[in-house]
């Protein structure tokens, strides 16, 4: 097991890394099949360092917040190390936010330093919202094109400071990233990570799953995400390994990029193993016969060969084949964000690629059980991670209760939301607000959610209240969406689905304009945000003195009625 | 040169060809995640078509928050 146990900090950590294997590869970057860079920890750390110092030179000091809004690209990860090294918290947010929701996030931070690449800035800086995060006093600017306007902000490229840099050291209690675990809208909720959280759940992850020196994990996951910033930064620099991150994510350069550097490790999210899993599929179905019957076979042995554990060398020698198409040299493919269903990780593990399925939130730091293929299941996410202690609340009579965890990678907290925080974290312990058992091997099964959001197949969490903007002013007497999950529970974690819950006025029919409008508001938000159908109540919505919905409340009254016949379509 | 419309309706046509929609359904101002149920990996697909059919490189961010064929053919069009 990786002995952290002599570090405080990220930084401190990766400082050492950088020394330890100078001369080995930590970057490659690509652009379209085509390599660009190609970096190692001593560049890296040549890259670091002036950057560092032109941050402290500007005044930023221990504490201070960084953002960072950029595509998985070298310069994030040199930008992060700056940043730690400088005594930082970072704030990585999600490039695929909106401008306005990015800036309400960099407020919302208190970050005093963004930075960001040339085409998010073009959009951020044009974005009103700019006016409302004064917090935010220099921007740094990647690849900007020559003589370009930056409105106010620096070229990243020429923030570089004379001299050395004044290395500053944290403790493991000190916050090392705020972490947004969904988007805005509602309360954003800003995961306050500790530099102790990400050390212990470094450890725990890679007693399972290892990196060292040569071994290449490829990064498609955005790393603001927290299982990229694990398993695509933090993870693989300790151990002296590399991080392949291509410029775009067109799957055909994505399959090129398996053979091309022989990857070890992969993170994706479900909607892209599926994905993958289809175009497997088509591919098989296309074999002549002949081919077609040798193949099933080959794939038979495979599958009662490994049956107790995975034999790689053996898999990779009877179905060679797809085993090259992965590059040959692939261990596992990580997938993580939202919950699997179980024929898409049987599917890989019966061609010899297995799936390191889990389960995780943010919250928890990442991830809190993980599959450890001894043997493999399809139909649970695996056993707590060491360190972990996990408990099911108030199980029901088939044991099934909410998710809770007591563990260091435990985060400290809301920012500035101390009363969610209460409710979150009580005792110690972690809500999770995901339902499951354990069954009588120890492994965790999930079946549905307690919490009114809904988790996409792309591993985008939207809570229910954060859509409800979309549909301000709507000519009713009053809405309220709803996870269609959270009225009605399904002991699922597939098809989750938003709907939009409508008390019309004394009188007021449900028309076809009506429904356009709510087409039209509907259509306006992101796909993933959508709501799916609409259910017309009758009666007044329960409200608190304050004239806030009950939403548990109505909830239930709702869950009386029958699911199929109320869900009108959006 | 190619008119704002010349591209449009070329992108609607090779749309409807890749996604294997109705002749005709596809129009300028649809909303493509929704009228042709397809994900964001799948709009990534369209824009390999689309960069080989008008010669172009189109970087990912280009379609970051775009989900109608107009202001699809308006990011096409700028680099035309």
């Known amino acids: 097991m990786?002995?952290?146990?002599?570090?405080?900090?990220?930084?401190?950590?990766?400082?050492?890394?950088?020394?330890?294997?100078?001369?080995?590869?930590?970057?490659?970057?690509?652009?379209?099949?085509?390599?660009?860079?190609?970096?190692?920890?001593?560049?890296?750390?040549?890259?670091?360092?002036?950057l560092a110092k032109w941050l402290q030179d500007s005044g930023f000091k221990s504490g201070d917040r960084a953002s960072i809004i950029m595509t998985n690209q070298s310069k994030w990860l040199i930008s992060a190390y700056a940043i730690f090294f400088c005594g930082g918290t970072l704030v990585p947010l999600d490039y695929k936010l909106k401008p306005d929701e990015q800036w309400t996030l960099?407020?919302?931070?208190?970050?005093?330093?963004?930075?960001?690449?040339?085409?998010?800035?073009?959009?951020?800086?044009?974005?009103?919202?700019?006016?409302?995060?004064?917090?935010?006093?220099?921007?740094?600017?990647?690849?900007?094109?020559?003589?370009?306007?930056?409105?106010?902000?620096?070229?990243?490229?020429?923030?570089?400071?004379?001299?050395?840099?004044?290395?500053?050291?944290?403790?493991?209690?000190?916050?090392?990233?705020?972490?947004?675990?969904?988007?805005?809208?509602?309360?954003?909720?800003?995961?306050?990570?500790?530099?102790?959280?990400?050390?212990?759940?470094?450890?725990?992850?890679?007693?399972?799953?290892?990196f060292w020196p040569g071994m290449k994990y490829l990064s498609i996951l955005p790393t603001n995400h927290a299982i990229d910033f694990m398993v695509g930064f933090f993870g693989p620099f300790i151990c002296g390994a590399a991080v392949v991150h291509l410029r775009t994510l067109r799957p055909e350069f994505v399959r090129e990029a398996f053979t091309k550097y022989q990857i070890t490790y992969v993170s994706l999210v479900p909607l892209v193993l599926k994905n993958l899993q289809k175009g497997l599929q088509a591919r098989f179905d296309e074999l002549p016969t002949g081919k077609r019957r040798l193949f099933e076979r080959l794939k038979s042995w495979n599958k009662a060969l490994t049956k107790n554990r995975p034999v790689l060398p053996l898999s990779r020698l009877?179905?060679?084949?797809?085993?090259?198409?992965?590059?040959?040299?692939?261990?596992?493919?990580?997938?993580?964000?939202?919950?699997?269903?179980?024929?898409?990780?049987?599917?890989f593990y019966d061609l010899g690629i297995p799936v390191a399925n889990g389960y995780g939130l943010t919250e928890a730091g990442t991830a809190v059980t993980v599959n450890d293929l001894r043997p493999f299941r399809a139909d649970t996410v695996g056993k707590p991670l060491p360190g972990m202690e996990v408990r099911i609340l108030n199980p029901d009579m088939d044991g099934i209760g909410q998710v809770s965890v007591r563990s260091k990678t435990v985060m400290a907290g809301y920012l500035n939301e101390p009363e969610l925080t209460a409710q979150t974290i009580v005792d110690g312990w972690l809500m999770t607000g995901d339902m499951g058992r354990f069954d009588a091997a120890g492994h965790l099964q999930l079946f549905g959610r307690k919490k009114n959001m809904i988790v996409t197949e792309e591993g985008k969490n939207v809570y229910a209240e954060d859509v409800e903007q979309a549909f301000e002013g709507l000519p009713v007497k009053e809405y309220c969406v709803f996870a269609a999950n959270y009225i009605w529970p399904s002991r699922s974690m597939v098809g989750e689905q938003l709907i939009l819950?409508?008390?019309?006025?004394?009188?007021?029919?449900?028309?076809?304009?009506?429904?356009?409008?709510?087409?039209?508001?509907?259509?306006?938000?992101?796909?993933?945000?959508?709501?799916?159908?609409?259910?017309?109540?009758?009666?007044?919505?329960?409200?608190?003195a304050s004239l806030k919905i009950i939403r548990v409340e109505l909830a239930e009254r709702l869950g009386k009625l029958e699911r199929s016949q109320e869900i009108l379509p959006a | 040169m190619r008119t704002l419309e010349q591209t449009t309706q070329e992108i609607l046509e090779l749309a409807t060809k890749h996604f294997k929609a109705a002749p005709g359904s596809l129009h300028a101002n649809d909303d493509f995640y929704k009228k042709l149920g397809i994900d964001s990996l799948q709009t990534l697909e369209l824009l390999s078509r689309l960069e080989n059919h008008f010669q172009i490189e189109l970087p990912d961010y280009e379609v970051q928050g775009v989900s109608d064929f107009k202001t699809l053919a308006e990011r096409v069009q700028s680099r035309l």
């Not at chain 1, 620096?154 to 947004?180: F, H, M, N, T």
């Not at chain 1, 819950?501 to 087409?519: D, N, P, S, W, Y």
């Open chain 1, 106 to 210: 960099l407020k919302h931070s208190g970050a005093s330093v963004l930075i960001t690449e040339y085409p998010i800035w073009r959009q951020l800086s044009l974005s009103a919202g700019r006016a409302e995060a004064a917090n935010v006093a220099s921007v740094l600017v990647t690849e900007a094109p020559p003589q370009t306007d930056l409105a106010r902000a620096v070229e990243w490229e020429s923030a570089s400071g004379d001299g050395q840099p004044a290395y500053v050291p944290r403790k493991r209690e000190d916050l090392a990233c705020i972490v947004y675990s969904s988007g805005t809208g509602g309360t954003p909720k800003g995961c306050m990570m500790t530099h102790g959280n990400y050390l212990e759940q470094c450890v725990a992850l890679t007693s399972l799953y290892p």
């Open chain 1, 318 to 347: 009877l179905l060679k084949p797809v085993h090259a198409a992965f590059g040959g040299k692939l261990e596992a493919i990580i997938v993580g964000g939202a919950f699997t269903e179980p024929q898409t990780l049987q599917f």
């Open chain 1, 501 to 544: 819950v409508i008390h019309l006025e004394h009188g007021q029919a449900f028309t076809e304009e009506l429904r356009k409008e709510i087409a039209a508001r509907n259509s306006r938000l992101i796909n993933y945000k959508r709501i799916h159908g609409i259910v017309v109540c009758n009666e007044d919505f329960p409200l608190t």
């Open chain 1, 2 to 50: 990786l002995d952290l146990s002599k570090y405080s900090s990220i930084g401190e950590a990766l400082r050492d890394a950088l020394e330890t294997w100078p001369r080995e590869v930590c970057l490659y970057e690509s652009d379209r099949g085509e390599q660009k860079q190609r970096i190692t920890y001593r560049e890296f750390k040549d890259s670091a360092l002036p």
